[in-house]
């Protein structure tokens, strides 16, 4: 039986102790509880157990504030510093320690990336992170929230292949950039695959874990055995010159991508997926031709308030005025989001959508902020919808 039941009988017994005993009760509790955060119901409480701090704070988008942090309290004599704080049952969340933070505003910080490096890192405590070569985040989970397995450690999975490739254009006018194809499990390469097109390639063959999720949906048949083509970006500002509402990056995907790909497999109907900017990109792409992207997949596309919003909110009216959409469409947002910049512009856009009865449509609305861990997140929902299977 557990000797504690809530974090809260944990501190209760912890302050009745005399200062002697304290912290021989703090590692029972590592002994018993070895992971955190401890969800209970609609709370989670963070800790961090250490003697090297003087001040210890959780880093999490959702607290209002600058810095957006939730200071901890330490226990007097102990090494254990915690905080407990309200969820709702569905949140996946981003977070990080702060360490040592100086605390001072993020809106005056002339050097973030190395406060980030010094201060901030991952919950040792908490197996369930994001990593990429840049960063590095720890995820909570609540108990209703969306799954976020390893998908990558899924030992009974068939895994299909991957296969790098540079690719020329000269419409964007570069050269060499990568050009990720996944195959499934089993290809043939006398059969015909739809392929889905997938922007940000080097997220998708990375943290989102993409390829991998992928096996596992084709696997339990809840996607179609696909070809999947991931086409890294540019860096933050040529990305947005890029992606948003740019002609040049649609011809590059119908002239010279997709029969890239065509010269290699056999391509069925071809689908057009991404994250944030990368969704503006596809929904450009789709609008223009729908007959040739006849699904689109728009998670956290910039639809309202902010940089480029003048383009950016024209997309409401390129739905509305269409003649014609995709057969099948995904949006997804988090409601953790910036209110302006993406959830309501979403719920404005769902309203349109749904009244297109053209086209197979779904919208979810999620427990996650602006970024990969909530991209990751809805992923699978978004590939089982563009290119169902036949497991139901």
Known sequence: ??????????????????????????????????????????????????????????????????????????????????VTLPFQSDDLLDYLLAINDPMTPLRGETDI??????????????????????????????????????????KRVPRGKLTDHNIDSEHMNYRGRRLTIYTPFGYNSNQTYPLIVMLDGQWATGPLQLPAMADALIKHRHMQPAIIAMIQSNSDVERNREYISNDKHYEFLIRELVPFVQTRHKIGGVAIMGVAVGAIAAAHAALINPDMFAALGIISPPLGKGQFQEELSYYYRRFSGADRLPKRIFQSVGRFEALSRFYRPAQELNEVLRGRKSSEYRYLETGSGHGLVGFRGVLPEALAWLLPGDAE
């Open 1 to 82: 039986m557990p000797r504690w039941s809530s974090f809260r009988h944990f501190l209760e017994d912890v302050n009745a102790a005399v200062p002697a005993e304290r912290q021989s009760l703090v590692v029972d509790l590592f002994r018993e509880r070895p992971v955190f955060p401890w969800v209970e119901a609609h709370q989670a409480t963070f800790v961090y157990n250490g003697m090297d701090a003087d001040t210890v704070a959780l880093n999490l988008d959702t607290i209002n504030g600058d810095p957006p942090f939730a200071p901890m309290t330490r226990i007097p004599d102990t090494s254990l510093w915690h």
């Open 113 to 154: 990336v190395t406060r980030v490096r010094k201060f901030w890192r991952v919950d040792p405590l908490n197996s369930l992170k994001i990593e990429t070569p840049q960063t590095s985040v720890s995820v909570l989970r609540m108990p209703n929230a969306r799954p976020f397995p390893d998908w990558a450690a899924m």
